[in-house]
């Protein structure tokens, strides 16, 4: 089984600030690693994903992501974040049986001006 | 090109009642996964469905019940209604079994009072 921790409820940053929300997972077999966005009153948005290759992963709205083995870890940043990144992010693993995805409880970012 | 689309976007029921939850995929797609939100959560998977079987299904009571149909939407059912089962219903639709890229809806708001 697979399981997601997201190490940060909330993450409060300024416009223009650089911003990390910090994931880390744990499972016995290889997984696919996601980020998600979830905007108020809207479903999820892929933003990025790690199936195989080079583990730095670049998304839409220029996010990335860094797989990282040894510290079971997917961490997404972006350098300089804009009022509209506010929303709720999740990271979701998927292994083994990779017809469905686990989710970690979310991050709530909020971005002020 | 038309997403996902859910119905109803918001229904409220009393506890012991039944509700079915609609979703219309991707033109194309043939997988449709459900997917439960209670607030302040991470989705949690309840069904697969691909090329109209079901494939996976989470830890979810028999009172949870799903089908796909021949033109590939889908119907999720819940009987006897509990207060615990409010929450926001996801649907997502692939193009493969695998959840290597999901494309959610809007979802279905259930309050049970």
């Given at each position: 089984a697979q399981s997601v921790t997201q190490l940060d409820s909330q993450v409060p940053v300024f416009e223009e600030a650089p911003v990390e929300l910090r994931c880390n997972y744990s499972s016995s077999v290889s997984v696919y690693l996601f980020w998600y966005v979830q905007y108020p009153n809207q479903g999820l948005q892929l933003l990025l994903k790690y199936?195989?290759?080079?583990?730095l992963v670049k998304g839409i709205n220029g996010f990335e992501a860094e797989f990282n083995k040894s510290q079971t870890s997917f961490h997404l940043r972006k350098p300089s974040v804009h009022i509209s990144d506010t929303a709720e992010y999740f990271c979701a693993v998927s292994g083994g049986s990779n017809y469905k995805l686990t989710f970690g409880k979310g991050t709530l970012l909020t971005v002020n001006p | 090109d038309a997403g996902v689309t859910q119905s109803p976007t918001h229904l409220i029921k009393t506890r012991g009642q039944q509700v079915t939850l609609r979703c219309s995929p991707i033109s194309g797609h043939k997988s449709v996964s459900w997917y439960q939100q209670v607030l302040g959560q991470g989705p949690q998977f309840i069904f697969q469905y691909y090329e109209k079987e079901e494939r996976g299904r989470g830890n979810?009571?028999?009172?949870f019940s799903a089908r796909q149909f021949p033109n590939y939407s889908s119907e999720l059912n819940v009987n006897?209604?509990?207060?615990?089962?409010s929450a926001l219903y996801l649907c997502a639709s692939s193009l493969?079994?695998?959840?290597?890229e999901l494309f959610f809806g809007e979802g279905s708001r259930l309050t049970v009072l």
């Open positions: 199936l195989s290759g080079s583990t | 979810f009571p028999d009172r006897a209604l509990l207060l615990g089962d493969v079994q695998a959840a290597t």
